[in-house]
C-alpha cells in the first residue's frame, strides 16, 4: 500500500483566509481524493485530484473555494480559501490502486476562528 | 446516487467472539471495496478490500463479497478490546472515479 504524508497536521486560521494542505505519496499512483471529515460523521468526498487536468468536484464543492493542484502522479495539494468557521473540519486525502487498496495520510485538523 | 450502507450501530460483542460488520452498496458498477477501521481522532486505516465475489481472508479478518445482493460484509475473528473503533465501508466506482464511504458502524467489545 501506499504511504502518505499530509501536512500540516493541524492549524489555527483566522476567517477570510486560505490554508494549502500538501499530501506526498511515496509512489507514483493514478487516482488521489479530498474528503472532508466533520466530527463525528463520515468522509464526504470534495475531488478527485487528476493528474494533467482539472479535478473533478463533488457536489457542493466548487473550484473557487477548494483549488486542487496535481502537478505530478506522487503529490497533491487542496487549498481551502476565503475560509469560514464552517470550513472548520479534518480533510483527509487518500491515494491507491484497485488492487492494492487506497491508504489515508493523516489528516488535518483545520479550526476557523 | 450512488449510496453505501452501514448500520451506525453500536454494535457490542463479547470479547474472543465473531463480530460481524455489514454493508450494502446501491450501485452495480463498484468494482472495489474496502473496509477501514477508525480509532477517535485518528485517519482511517485500511484493513482488508476485495473485489472478487466470495471470501478473503487476512489474518483474524475475513471480507465476504456477494455482487448479485450488492453486499459487503467483514468478520473479525477472536474480537479484542483494541478492535473497539468504527468500521467504515467503501466502494470504488470505477466509471466515475470516486470512493463512497458509508456512515460507519461503532463496535465495542466487551471484555
Known amino acids: 500500500s501506499a504511504v502518505i504524508s499530509q501536512k500540516p497536521s493541524r492549524d489555527i486560521c483566522q476567517r477570510g483566509t486560505s490554508l494549502t494542505i500538501q499530501c506526498q505519496v511515496d509512489?507514483?499512483?493514478?487516482?488521489m481524493f479530498w474528503y472532508r471529515q466533520q466530527p463525528g460523521q463520515s468522509l464526504t468526498l470534495i475531488a478527485t485530484?487528476?493528474?494533467?487536468?482539472?479535478?473533478?468536484?463533488e457536489s457542493g464543492f466548487v473550484i473557487d473555494k477548494f483549488p486542487i493542484s496535481r502537478p505530478n502522479l506522487t503529490f497533491s495539494t487542496l487549498t481551502v480559501s476565503n475560509m469560514s468557521p464552517e470550513d472548520s473540519s479534518i480533510y483527509l486525502c487518500?491515494?491507491?490502486?484497485?488492487?492494492?487498496?487506497?491508504?489515508f495520510g493523516s489528516g488535518t485538523r483545520l479550526t476557523v476562528v | 446516487q450512488k449510496e453505501v450502507e452501514q448500520n451506525s450501530g453500536p454494535l457490542s460483542v463479547p470479547e474472543g467472539a465473531i463480530a460481524s460488520l455489514n454493508c450494502t452498496y446501491s450501485?452495480?458498477?463498484?468494482?472495489?471495496f474496502f473496509w477501514y477501521r477508525q480509532y477517535s481522532g485518528k485517519s482511517p486505516e485500511l484493513i482488508m478490500f476485495?473485489?472478487?465475489?466470495g471470501d478473503k481472508e487476512d489474518g483474524r479478518f475475513t471480507a465476504q463479497l456477494n455482487k448479485a445482493s450488492q453486499y459487503v460484509s467483514l468478520l473479525i475473528r477472536d474480537s479484542q478490546p483494541s478492535d473497539s473503533a468504527t468500521y467504515l465501508c467503501?466502494?470504488?466506482?470505477?466509471?466515475?472515479?470516486?470512493?463512497?464511504f458509508g456512515s460507519g458502524t461503532r463496535l465495542s467489545i466487551r471484555p
Open positions: 467503501a466502494a470504488l466506482y470505477s466509471s466515475a472515479s470516486k470512493i463512497i
Open positions: 509512489s507514483q499512483v493514478t487516482m
Open positions: 485530484a487528476n493528474q494533467g487536468s482539472e479535478a473533478t468536484y
Open positions: 450501485d452495480r458498477g463498484s468494482q472495489s
Open positions: 487518500t491515494a491507491g490502486g484497485r488492487d492494492y487498496g487506497y491508504t
Open positions: 476485495i473485489y472478487s465475489n
